[in-house]
């Protein structure tokens, strides 16, 4: 539990950071004050331009961001904690290190992707990918057409990432529910978006990549999940999905101790309609 001898990691898809942004500072103070800082959380659908992100709220609790926005839709970041990080400075460019924005040779004007190389105190640097996958919609949509183009772009671009960056850690909102364990009425949901065979397919696919399911590395209580729809009481039913997911290379694999989701914050007033999911890493 000493939060010397580890790195934690986190993703969270707020549904708007301008509306969630006191709970993304609450979730990181509760985190500090347990001695369980959060070293890098990866942002998802941060809803606004890259001009409005709130760079010095963030940095007056102690976080610096590297943002990838858009307006009204979308939209990634990475914020890290300063005191993590080996040579504290307020220059995102040398914070942030090797940033990609979006995936590279695949055309598309939404802001989906931001990577970066963070090097910790006491540790090799972690190649960070803060990633939100198409939803999809419907498998009889263009945008379900859109989804598996973009998963497959995804692969092909992290083949290369991961060759160059053994340390890697794909982060973020999915999309996609894994295994019938991660849905609370398989088959109520059956051939649906989320849980569809294209989709888990492509998740496998990735996995085949050299990534693991952080998650699934540990024993975990049934009923897990990252997400759960703001209508028909859901959170209070436990009728989720696990959609977030944090994903790591072989590396970062063997040095990884915990993988939790923290349902907390979605009990919160105005709640995201999703959990932190984080994982644990020794240095």
Not at 247 to 261: D, G, V, W
């Amino acid at each position: 539990m000493s939060t010397h001898s580890s790195i934690r990691l986190a993703a969270w898809n707020v549904n708007s950071i301008k509306v969630r942004l006191p709970h993304v500072i609450q979730w990181l103070e509760s985190q500090e004050k347990a001695q369980r800082p959060i070293d890098a959380l990866c942002l998802q659908e941060l809803k606004l331009t890259d001009d409005k992100y709130p760079h010095q709220e963030l940095e007056q609790a102690g976080y610096l961001s590297l943002a990838n926005g858009q307006k009204t839709y979308n939209g990634v970041a990475i914020v890290v904690r300063k005191a993590a990080l080996s040579a504290i400075s307020s220059d995102p460019q040398t914070t942030f290190l090797k940033v990609t924005k979006n995936i590279p040779n695949f055309a598309d004007e939404q802001q989906r992707i931001v990577a970066a190389t963070i090097s910790f105190k006491e540790a090799q640097p972690i190649r960070i990918i803060s990633a939100y996958m198409p939803n999809g919609q419907d498998p009889a949509s263009d945008k379900f057409q859109y989804k598996l183009a973009w998963l497959q772009a995804l692969q092909t671009w992290l083949r290369d990432e991961l060759a160059t960056y053994p340390r890697l850690a794909l982060l973020g909102d999915f999309n996609i529910a894994p295994e019938d364990q991660d849905v609370h009425d398989p088959k109520a949901w059956e051939g649906q978006n989320l849980v569809s065979p294209q989709e888990r397919e492509q998740f496998q696919r990735l996995i085949q990549l050299g990534l693991c399911d952080s998650f699934r590395l540990f024993e975990q209580a049934p009923k897990s999940y990252s997400w759960w729809d703001y209508r028909m009481m859901a959170f209070r039913r436990n009728a989720g999905l696990r959609i977030d997911h944090i994903l790591l290379s072989n590396a970062l694999q063997e040095k990884c101790m915990a993988s939790t989701i923290d349902k907390t914050p979605r009990g919160w007033e105005q709640p995201s309609d999703h959990a932190p999911v984080i994982v644990e890493i020794a240095k």
